[in-house]
């Protein structure tokens, strides 16, 4: 009785479709980053062993579904660098970036992300309730 459920939700939950449409503008070299969401297993359908930056409100009680991470802000580990942005923050990466920045973001999220300071982005593609930008 749970199954057809169960099948159907974790459809929906999943990245899968949406890595495979992003893999072909995603560069070896690109900084991947998340604004304002959290697609379920995208790091694993994109078949990507670096770290994604996430950008955040200061205001939310949870990132990535963690209380801990906004309550602390722990460190990155060693070697990776720092992956959690506030906007402010993310503002001043998007223009000190010497990488290729490619960043998700959510429809609902595009325009406040459009009126951040100093960015000015590039649409890489439409996908569905996803929208990949890019710095260069």
Known sequence: LAEPIMTAVSMQRSSKELAEKAASF???EDRLVL???DPSS???YLHIRRPIAVVWSESQ???LGSDYVALKRPEPAHGYGKVLYT???FADLWESSARRLVVF???GALE???RLEGIRPKRLADLGETVLLENR
């Open 26 to 28: 995603i560069g070896r």
């Open 61 to 63: 009680r949870a990132v």
């Open 105 to 107: 973001v959510s429809r």
């Open 42 to 44: 995208l790091p694993f």
């Open 112 to 114: 406040q992300f459009e």
């Open 87 to 89: 906007y402010d923050e």
């Open 35 to 37: 604004y304002r969401g």
